[in-house]
């Protein structure tokens, strides 16, 4: 998203120096060497510009819509058109929402790091136990076999390992739709 925004502060800057739309697209073109998905709404545009077939263009506003920031970059395009707005400020305002939205999915990533790295860890633990027991020369396979009390703590773990992964899981999923909504 970073290179996303990148490309429109660009075309922004290209706007702002007195280029209108498609001649700021051709020069923008020249120079980018990224392929991202803003790089390919962008070109997108320049060969329906080229060809200005109505047909081509209604492709390529359904290849848009695959990913947010070229969906946004569209909807730009069609205010600043509709509207009179400068593009060059409309699309600013594009670029510093998808660096923001960046921020915010790093700062979400890391603060999901420790409760992740917690749920793997309590996940591995009791299996890290039963091979360090079995490294140490424990004979924990016979006592599993032999007494009743391992078996029913084998049985009582077992149900406990599995309620943390579905609690977990669901406890994650919670805070994530919570956070990204």
């Known amino acids: 998203m970073s290179e996303d925004a990148r490309v429109i502060r660009e ?5 702002r120096s007195g280029l209108s739309f498609h001649p700021a697209v051709d020069a923008l073109l020249d120079v980018e060497s990224d392929s991202g998905n803003i790089v390919q709404a962008l070109k997108d545009l320049q060969a329906t510009q080229r ?7 209604r492709q ?21 058109q509709r509207s009179g707005a400068s593009l060059a400020e409309v699309l600013e305002r594009l670029a510093e ?3 923001s939205a960046l921020v915010a999915q790093q700062s979400f990533d890391a603060a999901m790091a420790g409760p992740k790295a917690t749920t793997k860890l309590l996940t591995w633990l ?42 977990c899981r669901r406890l994650m999923l919670s805070t994530s739709a919570q956070a990204l909504s």
Request: aromatic content about 8%.
């Open 126 to 167: 009791p299996l890290v136990g039963f091979g360090f027991g079995l490294l140490v020369g424990i004979d924990v396979l016979g006592t599993l076999v032999s007494s009743w009390a391992a078996q029913l703590s084998v049985a009582v773990g077992a149900a406990l390992w599995v309620a943390n992964r579905v609690w």
């Open 51 to 57: 060809l200005n077939n109505q047909n081509g263009n």
């Open 11 to 15: 075309l922004s800057a290209l706007l």
């Open 97 to 99: 929402d998808l660096e």
């Open 60 to 80: 390529g506003e359904a290849a848009r819509t695959e990913h947010s920031a070229v969906q946004r970059l569209h909807w730009c395009l069609q205010i600043s």
